[in-house]
C-alpha cells in the first residue's frame, strides 16, 4: 500500500499540468451533461403545465366571461353535449376536464412564492375566477384546426387555445440547449479521453525501468496498474465535485435568485432534478474515466 500511495502522490506531482487539463476538461464535459439533464427536466415540467404540441385547451364559459357568446357559467349539459363532441371526433386521442379547483392549484403552486397572494379577502385571485377547461390531446398536431373548429362554437366553449403557438417557441431553445450541451460534452469527454492517454502512456515511460523491475519481480499486473487508476479516479472526483457544485450554484443563482424571480410564470426546476442531474454525474464521470484507463494500461504497460 506504501507503494501505491507512493507513486500516486509521484505521479500526481509530475504530471500536475495534464492532470489539471484532464480535471478541466472533464469538469466542462460533465457540467454539459448535467446541464442538459436539467434542460430536460425544465422542458418536462414546461409540458407538464401548459401542454405539449398534441395538446389543445378548450376554455369554457364563467358567469362574468368577456366573451360576449358566455351567457353564464357553462352547464353540466354542455359539459356533456363538448365531450361528446371531442369522442365522436376521429382526431382525438383522448381529453380531461380540468376543473376550477385544479386550475387554481396549478396556479398557486406557479406563485408558491406569493402564496399570501391567493388568500383571505384581499385575495388577487380565487378559485371562482379561475375557468373550467379541457385538455385535448391529438393524434397528430397537424389535425389541430379540425377540432377547433369542431369545439369552437359549442354552446359553453368561451375560447379554444392551441399550445403549440405559447410552447413551441420555448421548448425548441431548449432542445436546441439540450443538443448543444450534450454536443459539446461529447467533444469534451473524447479531449479527456485523449489527455488521460496521453498522460498514461508518458507515465508509463518515465516509470518504465522500475514497472520492468516489478515484473521480475513477480509483481501482479492489478498491482502495478492500481496508482495509475488511482490517479485518474482522484483527477475524476475532483471534476464530478466542481461539476456538481457548478449544478448547484446555477440552481441557487440563476434558477432560484434570477429566473423564477423575472419569469415566474414558468414553472422552474427543484432541487430534486438537480440531485438526479448530479448522480448521474457522479456515476458517468468515473465510468467514462476508469473503463477507458483500464484499457490503456493494458496497452502501455503490457500487464
Known amino acids: 500500500m506504501r507503494y501505491v500511495l507512493s507513486n500516486l502522490g509521484q505521479g500526481l506531482r509530475r504530471n500536475t499540468s495534464m492532470h489539471l487539463a484532464v480535471i478541466l476538461t ?54 356533456r353535449a363538448i365531450g361528446q363532441v371531442l369522442d365522436d371526433s376521429a382526431q382525438v386521442d383522448s381529453w380531461e376536464l380540468e376543473s376550477k379547483a385544479e386550475a387554481f392549484e396549478k396556479v398557486k403552486e406557479l406563485y408558491s412564492d406569493d402564496a399570501d397572494r391567493f388568500e383571505g379577502e384581499n385575495a388577487v385571485l380565487t378559485e371562482d375566477d379561475m375557468p373550467e ?17 369542431a369545439v369552437a362554437g359549442l354552446d359553453g366553449v368561451s375560447s379554444v387555445r392551441d399550445q403549440r403557438q405559447t ?16 454536443a459539446i460534452a461529447v467533444a469534451l469527454i473524447i479531449a479527456a479521453l485523449l489527455l488521460v492517454a496521453n498522460t498514461i502512456r508518458l507515465t508509463a515511460f518515465a516509470r518504465r525501468k522500475e514497472i520492468g523491475i516489478m515484473r521480475l519481480v513477480g509483481a501482479s499486473g492489478a498491482y502495478i496498474a ?23 450554484g446555477f440552481m441557487f443563482f440563476g434558477v432560484q435568485r434570477v429566473f423564477s424571480q423575472y419569469l415566474g410564470f414558468i414553472p422552474w426546476i427543484g432541487w430534486e432534478d438537480w440531485a438526479f ?20 494500461t493494458s496497452k502501455y504497460l503490457k500487464v
Do not use: H
Not at 391529438?138 to 377540432?147: H, I, M, T, W, Y
Open 167 to 182: 410552447i413551441n417557441p420555448l421548448l425548441k431553445i431548449m432542445s436546441g440547449m439540450q443538443v448543444g450541451s450534450l
Open 133 to 149: 377547461s379541457i385538455w385535448v390531446t391529438l393524434k397528430s398536431p397537424d389535425q389541430f384546426e379540425a377540432v377547433t373548429s
Open 226 to 248: 492500481l496508482p495509475f487508476l488511482l490517479e485518474v479516479l482522484v483527477t475524476t472526483l475532483v471534476a464530478v465535485g466542481l461539476a456538481v457544485g457548478t449544478l448547484a
Open 26 to 79: 472533464l469538469f466542462v464535459s460533465l457540467t454539459m451533461v448535467g446541464t442538459a439533464l436539467m434542460v430536460r427536466s425544465q422542458a418536462e415540467k414546461t409540458v407538464d403545465q401548459w401542454g405539449s404540441e398534441l395538446q389543445i385547451t378548450v376554455y369554457l364559459c364563467r358567469a362574468d366571461d368577456s366573451n360576449a357568446r358566455c351567457l353564464g357559467e357553462v352547464s353540466n349539459e354542455e359539459k
Open 277 to 296: 442531474a448530479s448522480i448521474v454525474v457522479a456515476i458517468l464521470g468515473p465510468v467514462l474515466s476508469l473503463v477507458p484507463t483500464l484499457l490503456l
